[in-house]
Nanobody, 124 residues
Framework: QLQLVESGGGLVQAGGSLRLSCAASGRTFGPYAMGWFRQAPGKEREFIAGISWSGSTKYYSDSVKGRFTISRTVPSNTVYLQMNSLKPEDTAVYYC?????????????????WGQGTQVTVSS
């Protein structure tokens, strides 16, 4: 089992920045690809960023590309999401997830472990 705990959410004004962290514990010897998702009220959970086990390959949704950066440290298995130029439409609960394997999927049901989520609110 792998446990994931997110931190770093909060309230920020539009144009501001936040850095989310996701700490993994338990059976962390991998390989695990990691991803960040978000879910706004009344909407489905959506993929926003993924990173491969080695950290060499990264994926972003069009909605965050150029503004958000995903990174990870190995072997501590901490994953970060640097969010810049935040917009009110970025308001959501943000989830960290882990998928067994090397490449990061972009689909919710291909991830095996999930954190509890952290709220990000961007005011206009």
């Amino acid at each position: 089992q792998l446990q994931l705990v997110e931190s770093g959410g909060g309230l920020v004004q539009a144009g501001g920045s936040l850095r989310l962290s996701c700490a993994a514990s338990g059976r962390t010897f991998g390989p695990y690809a990691m991803g960040w998702f978000r879910q706004a009220p009344g909407k489905e959970r959506e993929f926003i960023a993924g990173i491969s086990w080695s950290g060499s390959t990264k994926y972003y949704s069009d909605s965050v590309k150029g503004r958000f950066t995903i990174s990870r440290t190995v072997p501590s298995n901490t994953v970060y999401l640097q969010m810049n130029s935040l917009k009110p439409e970025d308001t959501a609960v943000y989830y960290c997830a882990a998928a067994r394997g090397i490449a990061a999927p972009t689909v919710v049901n291909e991830y095996d472990y999930w954190g509890q989520g952290t709220q990000v609110t961007v005011s206009s």
